[in-house]
């Protein structure tokens, strides 16, 4: 079944995972969060290394380490969870891309990018912290 807003695994594997380990007072391993979610523990460990390598997390090697979030889940937007495994949200000006439409005015009415900003203006208005209270 086709899906308007398309949201990746890795995107919801990030943001799930940051919410439990904002849960947790201690380090958090890979095994544990994988078990919680149903998850695959080698695409959860890429993805909680992304999110290592753009400063959200810390890592500890060894039986009582894994992962603590790096600053206050207060001070972490969801926008910046997601943006760190999918890159910057662009909004699109055209659905399909295009520089050239042969049409005066654009068929969706510029619901593709009404919808882009919608989301992402909701991710960035809400931060980790929002997320676990709700959890």
């Not at 959860?44 to 810390?58: E, F, G, I, M, T």
């Not at 380490?65 to 699109?92: C, H, M, T, W």
């Not at 891309?97 to 042969?102: F, V």
């Not at 593709?112 to 809400?126: A, L």
Request: one cysteine or more; glycine letters at 4%.
């Amino acid at each position: 079944m086709a899906k308007l807003v398309h949201f990746s695994e890795a995107a919801s594997l990030a943001l799930h995972a940051m919410v439990l380990i904002a849960k947790s007072k201690n380090y958090v391993n890979v095994n544990s969060i994988a078990t919680e979610m149903g998850a695959s523990r080698n695409h959860l460990a890429k993805v909680l290394q992304q999110l290592v390598k753009n400063n959200y997390l810390s890592s500890v090697r060894g039986p009582s380490g894994g992962f603590v979030l790096k600053k206050p889940a207060d001070q972490i937007s969801v926008l910046e969870i997601y943006e760190a495994i999918e890159g910057r949200i662009n909004v699109p000006e055209c659905p399909l891309d295009r520089k050239i439409c042969p049409f005066d005015k654009c068929l969706m009415n510029g619901l593709v990018t009404d919808v882009t900003m919608q989301f992402k203006t909701y991710f960035q208005e809400h931060t980790l912290e929002d997320f676990v209270t709700r959890s």
